[in-house]
């Protein structure tokens, strides 16, 4: 199991944002380790104040799994326009198996 998992946050235009995972992030494959690992860069997402994008999430693309590994676009966006600097989502596995996750400038 992945200890770990790293990913730059990538605006698209009018989309929302897609994650873009370093070489060594290590995406679960069980599922109810992916659901974890969501829900706590979700969670990441809102208190670095990022915010649900307009778009509707199309279901059948949309899947964590695809969110998790760059595949899809998530309907999420900054609240405001910061400094051009690129902004990572880290996240950490503790001993008892919950994902910690923060937003910032250094992966």
């Given amino acids: 199991m992945a200890a770990k998992y790293v990913a730059l946050i990538a ?3 009018g989309e929302g944002i897609r ?3 370093t070489a060594d992030a290590g995406i679960p ?13 979700a ?5 670095a104040e990022y915010e649900h ?3 509707p999430r199309d279901p059948a693309v ?3 799994d695809a969110l998790l590994a760059g595949e899809a676009v998530m309907p999420w966006q900054a609240r405001s ?5 690129a902004h ?6 503790s001993a008892s198996g919950t994902w910690l996750c923060r937003v910032g400038t250094v992966s």
């Avoid at 969670?43 to 208190?47: I, P, Q």
């Avoid at 326009?81 to 600097?85: K, M, S």
């Avoid at 990572?88 to 596995?93: F, K």
């Fill in 62 to 64: 949309q899947t964590l």
């Fill in 19 to 21: 994650l873009e995972p």
């Fill in 11 to 13: 605006a698209v235009p």
């Fill in 29 to 41: 494959d069980q599922p109810n380790d992916v659901n974890l690992l969501a829900m706590s860069v």
């Fill in 43 to 47: 969670l990441a997402l809102g208190r």
């Fill in 81 to 85: 326009t910061g400094p051009d600097e």
């Fill in 88 to 93: 990572y989502v880290t996240c950490e596995r």
């Fill in 53 to 55: 994008h307009p778009e």
